[in-house]
């Protein structure tokens, strides 16, 4: 019943993925104030839908420069995204931080503005949620299945494009939070409001002890 009522896979460390600051971290990095963060996390294969993210962010970096992108992870497409970085010339804009520990994930969330996952029909994906208790931006296609909908509410806690066109749906919905700080900051604050309330481990944990409560 908890299994039924709660499933398991939308729970979410809060506590762990919170938002942040690390102003060290984003110095090493040499991220600066205007720059506008395009992130992915997880490993870099070609089941993982990181393609599709940099196919989104090459429509970016046309339009404006400013764009980068910050890829988590590591795995075996690796050379294979760094040599169309730089054949498409845009390397210089990304970065690759190979892998990362995870309790080390939520201080480079804390330097993404978007984090999007642009699978023609994606089922969940815990980096979206885990990006949301950070309050970020998560942008992500709302496809058949409506799997993304059911955690995600167009344009108030995060965006859901469709899957026809999808990569220029998502750049532009991308080129409109850059334009819009103010309601990308407010988009990211109510995500995070919704994963403490919804999604963070405590709720489930009040769910589980009020159905052990009444056996």
């Known amino acids: 019943k908890i299994v039924k009522d709660y499933p398991s ?19 090493n990095l040499k991220i600066n ?4 963060i395009i992130g992915w996390i ?13 196919d989104v962010f090459e429509k ?18 690796k050379n294979e995204l760094i040599d169309r970085a730089k054949q498409n010339k845009y390397f210089d804009h990304v970065i690759f931080t190979g892998k990362v520990h995870y309790s080390l994930v939520p201080k480079y969330i804390s330097l993404m503005d978007i984090v999007p996952l642009i699978d023609i029909d994606p089922h969940g994906g815990s980096i979206l949620r885990e990006a949301m208790s950070c309050g970020k931006v998560v942008i992500t296609v709302n ?10 509410e167009h344009m108030i806690d995060g965006i859901l494009v469709p899957a026809e066109n999808r990569i220029k749906e998502a750049a532009k919905q991308i080129i409109w939070l850059k334009e819009n700080k103010q309601q990308r900051l407010i988009i990211g604050n109510n995500a995070r409001k919704k994963v403490e309330e919804e999604f963070s ?3 489930l ?10 056996i």
Request: hydrophobic content about 45%; glycine content about 6%; charged content about 30%.
């Open 9 to 27: 896979h939308k729970a979410v460390d809060s506590v762990l993925f919170r938002p942040l600051i690390d102003f060290e971290l984003k110095n």
């Open 33 to 36: 104030e205007k720059d506008v």
């Open 42 to 54: 997880g490993r870099l294969t070609t089941a993982m839908e990181v393609n599709e993210t940099f």
């Open 60 to 77: 970016l970096i046309l339009i404006n420069k400013k764009f980068k992108l910050l890829i988590v992870g590591d795995g075996p497409m």
């Open 143 to 152: 496809g058949k299945s409506n799997a993304q909908s059911e955690f995600i």
């Open 201 to 203: 481990f405590m709720n």
């Open 205 to 214: 944990s009040r769910i589980v002890e009020r159905e052990l409560t009444q």
